[in-house]
């Protein structure tokens, strides 16, 4: 059973800097792609960053480029979301996500990712 567990999540000032934690178990990830998405109150979900587990490629957002980094730790089973320049409409609920891949996936469409933590609170003041 695979199991997504989330952590990290807060409240920080414009400005300022989270990193989110995904703790992933029950399975071997090396043929998954892990995504980060998040929601905000009122709107859709949407991506954010993803990231390759075996090939360590990384994918992210226009609006998230250049202030997040995603990164992984295969032995610790964890992927991290580093945060910096946070802004207003950075808030939402941040989701870590995985999806099974035989050579093709699709990091930035929700649907195709079969596996869901439970989600952690961002908040960003201004």
């Known amino acids: 059973q695979v199991q997504l567990v989330e952590s990290g999540g807060g409240l920080v000032q414009a400005g300022g800097s989270l990193e989110l934690f995904c703790a992933a178990s029950?399975?071997?990830?090396?043929?998954?792609?892990m995504g980060w998405f998040r929601q905000a109150p009122g709107k859709e979900r949407e991506f954010v960053a993803a990231?390759?587990?075996?090939?360590?490629?990384?994918y992210y957002a226009d609006s998230v480029k250049g202030r997040v980094t995603i990164s992984r730790d295969t032995a610790r089973n964890t992927i991290y979301l580093q945060m910096n320049s946070l802004k207003p409409e950075d808030t939402g609920v941040y989701y870590c996500?995985?999806?099974?891949?035989?050579?093709?996936?699709?990091?930035?469409?929700?649907?195709?990712?079969?596996?869901w933590g439970q989600g952690t609170q961002v908040t960003v003041s201004s």
């Open positions: 029950g399975r071997n990830f090396s043929s998954y792609v």
């Open positions: 990231i390759s587990w075996s090939a360590g490629g990384t």
């Open positions: 996500a995985a999806q099974y891949h035989t050579g093709t996936f699709y990091y930035s469409i929700d649907h195709k990712y079969a596996y």
